[in-house]
């Protein structure tokens, strides 16, 4: 007789993972918390589609970028487009926003979003390849004080979730009138360490050498520990902009640490970038005003290496990018996962699950048709 093969089940493809009822409620009590805040301060909800057209995000995002060089879920439909499982929640909301219309709404347009996003990325800690974000945007406006709102929004919401030891850090880029001096200075400075950078920054280089700065390879974040700052070389605009951002900051006692360092992975951001994180080995987070203070700051006090729970920026060019009109907006997302992990890691309550106040118990088959109908008759009175 033939050997009976044993049958595997198949398993969820590498990098996602199912949801179960544990994590549901988690996850139900972050959204609940962070729509319960942005709708206060006036969000409206909108749902963009799971799949975009590739061209969304090539430019936007940057043709080298992380993200759209080696990440995307791209597929070519019967009909010969080319779509892909949405990685990111920015550039779909900006054309949500041309496609329906909100240029001719009273502005600023402010919109906030929940769901699932794709990135082929390396399974690790926290890093996943379908993962979920809850996101907001504010379109329309470049106001500092709306910066320093998203910000607010971003901490408050964790903090309201009981997250402990919050430290957002924060940079400015500059916009397109500064960033490309800059860009040539960081240019010349990486020229000269060219033999030592990695692979694929050693194409960055050419397309957009501050795509170095986000790299993650060891060896290059031990490069940018010696580069060119670019807060040094803000142009006017620039500075009075972010100094306005870290002002209404320190007005809201929302804890930031200034990162000269940071630069965020996508080509659309320009001007107040940040991440939030959870600081592990300090008791307490900090405020501060000055370059100089913050620079100390850095330096003693920088935390080993962590994982962002969110982040986000300014991107006043990103419509233009698109082809639409200048619609200055600024925005983050969350990730939900990586914020269910601390809320377990600390032992913080979730939703709380319905506790039943009726057991019912059928005993024979007259009884079990009666009970079928009985539950019902509960459910409608309000059991
Ligand atoms: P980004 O869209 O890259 O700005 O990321 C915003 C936030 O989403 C990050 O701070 C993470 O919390 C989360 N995130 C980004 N990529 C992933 C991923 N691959 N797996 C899980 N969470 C992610």
Redesign the pocket.
């Known amino acids: 007789m033939p050997k009976t093969q044993k049958k595997e089940i198949i398993q969820t493809p590498k990098g996602t993972h199912d949801v179960l009822h544990g994590d549901i409620r988690y996850l139900n009590k972050i959204i609940e918390k962070a729509q319960e805040i942005a709708e206060f301060y006036g969000f409206l909800p909108i749902k963009t589609p799971h799949l975009e057209h590739a061209e969304l995000f090539a430019r936007p995002l940057g043709e080298t970028s992380e993200v759209v060089e080696k990440q995307m879920y791209t597929l070519r439909t019967r009909g010969g487009d080319l779509l892909v499982l949405r990685p990111?929640g920015t550039a779909p909301i900006v054309r949500a926003y041309h496609q329906n219309g909100m240029i001719s709404w009273p502005q600023p347009v402010k919109l906030y979003y929940e769901g699932a996003f794709f990135?082929h990325?390396n399974p690790q800690k926290?890093?996943?390849r379908e993962?979920r974000?809850f996101g907001l945007e504010i379109l329309g406006d470049d106001d500092a004080v709306l910066d320093a709102q998203v910000i607010k929004i971003m901490y408050l919401t964790l903090a309201e979730l009981k997250l402990k030891n919050l430290i957002i850090r924060i940079n400015s880029i500059g916009d397109k009138n500064c960033r490309p001096s800059y860009k040539k200075e960081l240019a010349n400075y990486y020229k000269r360490k060219f033999n030592y950078l990695c692979k694929d920054c050693k194409r960055r280089f050419k397309d957009n050498p501050m795509r170095m700065l986000a790299c993650k390879e060891k060896s290059c974040i031990e490069l940018k520990a010696q580069a060119p700052q670019i807060i040094e070389q803000l142009c006017e605009a620039c500075k009075t902009h972010f100094k306005s951002v870290l002002e209404f900051l320190d007005e809201g006692q929302i804890p930031y640490l200034l990162d000269h360092q940071l630069v965020?992975?996508f080509d659309y951001y320009g001007r107040t970038v940040f991440?939030i994180f959870m600081e592990e080995d300090k008791k307490e987070t900090i405020s501060e005003k000055t370059e100089n203070q913050a620079k100390e700051l850095n330096k003693k006090e920088e935390p080993a290496a962590q994982i962002?729970?969110?982040?986000?920026g300014r991107y006043d060019e990103l419509s233009t990018i698109m082809g639409g009109r200048k619609v200055p907006a600024v925005g983050w997302?969350?990730?939900l996962?990586?914020i269910i992990h601390e809320m377990k890691k600390m032992a913080l309550p979730s939703e709380a699950s319905p506790k039943p106040s009726v057991f019912l118990i059928h005993i024979g088959p007259a009884a079990k048709r009666r009970a079928f109908n009985l539950m019902e008759d509960m459910r409608k009175s309000g059991i």
């Open positions: 990111e990135r990325e926290g890093r996943f993962f974000q965020r992975g991440e962002a729970l969110g982040g986000g997302s969350l990730g996962e990586r």
